[in-house]
């Protein structure tokens, strides 16, 4: 069914301009100080902006290594890395090295560090009421469904060996 394909790709390349523009706004949003802030305040926390970032990407991710964890969000490993160590300094994480590679040292949640993200992750699910107030639960459970498995999605093509390249000529996983 030839034609079949076609007929979704074309409605696919119609429709990921949108789609993108929506992520852009998601992520644009979501990376503001300011929403951070509200973020941290309303879980009564005192922590810094990007520690609080990094902090919560270890929860969702660790155990991760430093270099990992600076290209997953898109910064230096040196900066991460120093930022990784104030948050073993807090207690809020711990180091460990990797089982399969003696020189990555993995950072993992502590259970003070858990604490602290099991408040944001409380004051984010507050915070959201407010914009899925008028939301049919359904609909709110097959966003989270449909972006659970996009999200899959685009890290198993990341992974495929010789994905392609974000611009020609440049190695890197393939780009939306």
């Given at each position: 069914m030839a034609g079949s394909n076609n007929m979704q790709d074309t409605h696919i390349f119609a429709r990921m301009r949108e789609l993108h523009g929506?992520?852009?706004?998601?992520?644009?949003?979501?990376?503001?100080?300011?929403?951070?802030?509200?973020?941290?305040?309303?879980a009564g926390i005192?922590?810094?902006?990007?520690?609080?970032?990094?902090?919560?990407?270890i929860e969702r991710m660790g155990p991760i290594g430093v270099v990992e964890l600076a290209e997953r969000l898109g910064r230096d490993y040196t900066t991460v890395s120093r930022q990784v160590a104030k948050l073993e300094?807090?207690?809020l994480i711990t180091r460990r090295g990797n089982a399969?590679?003696?020189?990555?040292?993995?950072?993992?949640i502590a259970p003070?560090?858990?604490?602290?993200?099991?408040?944001?992750?409380q004051a984010r699910a507050r915070l959201a009421r407010e914009a899925?107030?008028?939301?049919?639960e359904r609909d709110v459970d097959e966003l989270v469904r449909l972006m659970s498995r996009f999200a899959s999605e685009l890290e198993r093509m990341e992974a495929m060996p010789g994905a392609?390249?974000?611009?020609?000529?440049m190695a890197g996983p393939r780009r939306l």
């Open positions: 929506a992520l852009i706004t998601i992520a644009s949003v979501m990376n503001r100080p300011r929403n951070d802030q509200r973020l941290v305040a309303a005192r922590l810094d902006q990007a520690l609080f970032r990094l902090l919560v990407a300094a807090m207690e399969q590679d003696r020189r990555i040292r993995e950072a993992l003070k560090g858990k604490d602290m993200t099991d408040r944001l992750d899925f107030r008028d939301w049919p392609t390249p974000a611009r020609p000529g």
